[in-house]
């Protein structure tokens, strides 16, 4: 009888571990396409809960056609023609990973914690005709432990908020992640982020918003146990809605009377 060698064991492993990161390469590849498609369809449904226009059971790309999608300039706040930017394959997460598409940001420049800035953005209205009825932007900031992504819809005086939501986070379930909870999004609605000289001013406070104070219309109450989430929130929604972010937007649309340049 041959001797059997002494290496043989070490091929075997070795090619029933090629043959297993091959079967998992191939599904990862094939299921990519589809994790893709889940992913936009998610992103759609958080756009349409922001704006209140989610319906469950509903058609959620028939839905989707209530809102038109448009890249803009974060400089300037103005649009970008949909044949130099395709709306449809634009990301801004992406964009900021880039440096040819992005901008480096100074530490004392950014409160959001976001390293680098894309130039250009994306924005979703809400028409009623020809008349704009919500607008609604991404956001993006870390929290205590994760970058929390979400999006806030503003009513037509571009300073109300009409909805809010959290979709993408890796805070700590039952206390930084009840940013997820209906309950407290819904107590975002009817707040302003501006005074009425254009500073973003709104901020979640600690414990509740006190009936008595002045500044209330801009407070949403805090989430028990999640401090540094709460002031993350804060600063991320300063940052997005302040110069370096959304304001030169807002400022050129409202200026326009709503009317796309």
């Not at 056609?65 to 949909?82: H, K, M, N, Y």
């Amino acid at each position: 009888m041959a001797k059997e060698s002494t290496a043989r064991p070490f091929y075997t492993v070795l090619v029933l571990a090629f043959v297993c990161s091959a079967l998992v390469a191939g599904a990862a590849v094939g299921l990519r396409p589809r994790q893709e498609a889940n992913h936009k369809l998610d992103q759609k449904k958080n756009i349409l809960r922001a704006a209140g226009l989610y319906k469950k059971g509903g058609n959620v790309d028939e839905l989707f056609t209530a809102i038109e999608t448009r890249v803009i300039r974060l400089s300037d706040g103005s649009f970008v023609p949909p044949e130099k930017i395709n709306p449809a394959y634009f990301s801004p997460i992406k964009a900021a990973l880039d440096p040819e598409t992005s901008n480096s940001l100074r530490k004392d420049n950014d409160p959001a914690g976001l390293s680098r800035l894309e130039k250009f953005s994306l924005v979703y209205l809400v028409r009623n005709q020809a008349k704009v009825e919500q607008v609604i932007l991404p956001i993006r900031g870390k929290g205590l432990w994760s970058t929390m992504y979400g999006y806030v819809a503003l009513n037509r005086d571009l300073s109300t908020i009409n909805g809010v939501t959290f979709y993408q986070h890796g805070e700590t379930p039952g206390l930084g992640g009840e940013i997820e909870n209906k309950d407290w999004q819904d107590s975002w609605r009817g707040k302003k982020i501006y005074t009425p000289v254009g500073k973003p001013s709104f901020q979640i406070v600690k414990g509740r918003v006190s009936a008595a104070s002045p500044l209330k219309q801009y407070q949403v109450d805090g989430i028990s146990g999640a401090t540094l989430t709460m002031k993350g929130v804060t600063n991320l929604i300063h940052f997005w809605f302040g110069e370096n972010g959304f304001q030169p937007f807002l400022n050129r649309f409202e200026s326009q009377g709503g009317i796309d340049g």
